[in-house]
């Protein structure tokens, strides 16, 4: 009754005390006092929670980019030097620069996480989650080790568990070391050795002199249904689950598909370069053309203001201002011809010829990673391709869908699919693994003593354990199984959804292709009509130019007066016929390009094929000793668990040009249509105009050659067939060789 009331008085005592420290905190809380921000000495503290710094980071020199010295522009004193280029000579120079696979749209700047470089593939390589060897440390042997001290010193209510003492004082060390191995069948090998040392007083001890306990146990776990076998392992990893795999298989698919994105980079860079070096040379040819129209245009109002100021007939003053507004017209134009208007950051594929020399060779520097002012002034020495390309549209349908990239891209994640749908079915057996285990153990006074000769058999625990007197073993199975396997049905479904639709973004791929080859196909032809159509119109303008200027010269005041006005339109005439020809010429060669970027040999036109890089010199000293050491492997002729899928047909071949293969024939030049011709009065039939110095037709085989400089048209003494002023090219150097863009070198492949 006494211990009852005791107990009863201690709880009530309790519940005051927690009362009263609850009002306290309370108390604590409610009252706050009024202190000053300026009273305290808070320097310390920081005001901001964020504020815009500068990163601590090792920033690389880039001198050479602060002593970039001004770009050209229109108030230049004197011209620049010219610095003569070819196309392969560009394309050369902005692979050989390039780590970062440049663009025109400015991603570098508004989206780096999108920008290609040549480390993309190393990248894919060597990822530590996705990657082949990130898949392939799962089976790595694991060495494992512990070790545990204790000391316990306590009183139990219970003698039972104390081993007969209420008082138990104990020195416990626990050790272990262990090695775990996983085979690619998914069976688990274990080989572990255990250690034990308690020392106690518990009276229930046959010898409490005895504290070594030893064993060395082996064991292993093989699945027999799910997450059995190569093919499963290789797939989604022997730790995958349903949605999650990280096989290695995967990952040697996620490198492909890294190899296939950076093909597609290394294209459009090249595309891009071309497109920026046909726009600087159409650039040079629209600003010729320009020229020549002010100076024509300068003459005419030289010769308006003179009888003008003379007060003769044919010099009125709106005569004059008509001359005069047409000369300042076309050197306003001259002007943007040379220096043109900056253009945001953009992506193009098709023909611009919008912009000006400048603007253009600065674009062009640019892409090609050169300084983007040197005091020197590029100049495309190559000319447009001018004889016709036919391509013959089967084999390029039939190329266009076996070599585009973007195919081949979707081709391997329908194969991720694939292999992702098997391992998914193999969710639907039951988890039933096999179990075994063997050990030997052994107990002792000491844990080692070699040298005893004592007759028991317990003196040391090693000693005990060699003798073999203590043996375990253990064999058996295990089974889990979810009832109704609802996760491994749907994942199964899901992987199926996702096959059935890579295999559909495939097929419309393939129609898009189709598509844009088509559009492709049939603009080659356009092309090459309207620039024999502009090469009419050139020639007429620049014959009624001259009719007329020489009309004008032999016509009295009266008649001057009525040329005027057609003598300042056929000079708009001819410089807007001159232009337009060199745009077409431009066009055509671009849509020869466009039918190579859609039928996939656009590398392979340009001589660039793709390697990866020399790896270390030390990675070729353990290749040859482990080749060494290596045993001659032992066949297996029947083991099912081996079984493993293919998942390539071998390497890509990216030169198709091979010795021996007979070109297309070359399809018949287009027929001549209505209005081909040059115009002359009827009745009279209307001639031919075939395209300067009649060009032969050329196949799609023999275009592969790109001819550096092709005839240009001839022209009249009286006029430069190139730009003697600013265009003048020297002959052509000899082309260069193939190519390569070599990537980094990553781990190799297993």
């Not at 199964?492 to 292709?513: F, G, M, P, T």
């Not at 049939?522 to 009624?544: G, H, K, W």
């Amino acid at each position: 009754m006494k211990r009852t009331l005791s107990r009863q008085l201690s709880l009530l005592l309790a519940v005051c005390l927690s009362a009263l420290c609850l009002l306290a905190v309370g108390c604590a809380l409610g009252s706050r006092s009024e202190v000053e921000f300026g009273a305290s000495d808070v320097g310390h503290y920081q005001q901001f929670a964020t504020t815009i710094e500068y990163p601590d980071v090792e920033n690389p020199a880039c001198d050479d980019l602060v002593q970039t010295p001004p770009p050209l522009t229109l108030t230049e004193s004197e011209p620049p030097p010219f610095r003569d280029l070819t196309l392969q000579q560009a394309i050369a120079t902005a692979l050989s620069t390039s780590e970062v696979l440049r663009d025109l749209q400015g991603l570098v700047l508004s989206s780096p996480n999108n920008v290609r470089t040549v480390q993309d593939p190393a990248l894919r390589e060597t990822d530590p989650i996705t990657g082949v060897e990130a898949a392939l440390s799962a089976f790595d042997a694991a060495f494992e080790s512990r070790a545990y001290f204790e000391k316990n010193d306590r009183a139990l209510n219970n003698v039972f568990f104390g081993g007969g003492t209420r008082l138990l004082t104990q020195d416990l060390h626990a050790y272990s070391a262990g090695i775990t191995k996983r085979t690619a069948v998914g069976t688990n090998f274990a080989f572990r050795h255990n250690l034990f040392y308690d020392f106690n007083n518990q009276p229930g001890n046959d010898d409490p002199n005895r504290p070594w306990d030893v064993n060395f146990e082996a064991e292993f776990r093989q699945p027999l249904l799910q997450g059995a076998g190569a093919e499963f392992n290789r797939i989604a990893g022997p730790n995958g689950t349903p949605g999650q795999f990280r096989g290695v298989l995967l990952g040697r698919l996620d490198t492909d598909v890294g190899l296939n994105e950076f093909e597609i980079g290394v294209r459009d860079f090249v595309s891009d370069v071309e497109n920026a070096y046909w726009e600087l040379y159409y650039a040079y040819r629209d600003l010729d053309a320009k020229r020549s129209a002010r100076d024509r245009a300068l003459e005419t109002w030289r010769r308006i203001h003179a009888l003008y100021v003379n007060g003769r007939r044919g010099g009125e003053a709106e005569k004059e201002a008509q001359a005069r507004e047409q000369y300042f017209r076309f050197q306003e134009e001259v002007e943007n011809a040379l220096g043109g208007r900056w253009l945001d950051h953009s992506r193009y594929e098709a023909f611009r010829g919008t912009s000006g020399v400048q603007s253009t060779e600065r674009r062009l520097r640019r892409l090609m990673g050169i300084p983007i002012s040197d005091g020197e002034l590029l100049r495309p020495v190559d000319e447009p391709l001018m004889a016709q390309v036919v391509f013959d549209w089967n084999e390029v349908l039939v190329e266009s869908l076996a070599r585009r990239a973007e195919l081949r891209r979707q081709q391997w994640r329908i194969k991720r699919r694939e292999l992702e749908l098997a391992a998914t079915r193999n969710f639907l057996l039951p988890r039933l693994d096999a179990i075994g285990r063997y050990r030997w153990r052994g107990l002792g006074h000491d844990l080692l003593d070699p040298d005893s000769d004592s007759p028991d058999r317990f003196d040391n625990a090693y000693g005990n354990l060699t003798g073999g007197d203590f043996q375990e073993w253990q064999l058996g199975v295990e089974c889990t199984a979810p009832l109704g396997f609802r996760q491994a049905h749907v994942a199964v479904r899901n992987a199926e959804l996702q096959l059935a639709r890579e295999r559909s973004i495939l097929e419309e791929q393939k129609r898009e292709i189709v598509h844009d080859l088509s559009a492709a196909f049939a603009d080659v032809q356009r092309t090459y009509l309207v620039s024999q159509t502009n090469y009419n119109r050139r020639m007429a303008a620049r014959e009624q130019l001259q009719a007329l200027e020489a009309v004008y010269e032999d016509a009295d005041e009266n008649e001057k007066t009525r040329l005027l006005d057609l003598l300042l339109d056929a000079q708009r005439r001819l410089a807007d016929a001159e232009s337009q020809y060199y745009r077409s010429l431009i066009e055509y060669t671009l849509a020869i390009k466009a039918v190579h970027v859609q039928k996939g040999s656009l590398l392979d036109y340009n001589e660039i094929y793709l390697s990866e890089g020399p790896w270390p010199g030390k990675a070729y000293h353990d290749a040859c000793r482990r080749d060494q050491l290596r045993s001659a492997p032992r066949a297996l002729s029947d083991y099912r668990l081996s079984r493993v899928p293919f998942v390539s047909q071998g390497p890509y071949v990216q030169d198709t040009a091979t010795p021996g293969r007979e070109p297309l024939p070359a399809g018949p030049s287009a027929p001549g249509r209505e209005g081909d011709g040059v115009p002359t009065p009827a009745p009279a039939p209307p001639a031919a105009a075939p395209l300067p110095d009649s060009a032969p037709a050329l196949d799609s085989a023999a275009a592969r050659s790109r001819p550096r400089r092709l005839p240009h048209p001839a022209e009249e003494a009286g006029q430069a067939a190139y730009l003697r002023t600013s265009y003048a090219a020297p002959p052509d150097a000899a082309p260069p060789g193939p190519q390569a863009v070599l990537l980094p070198p990553t781990l190799g492949r297993q």
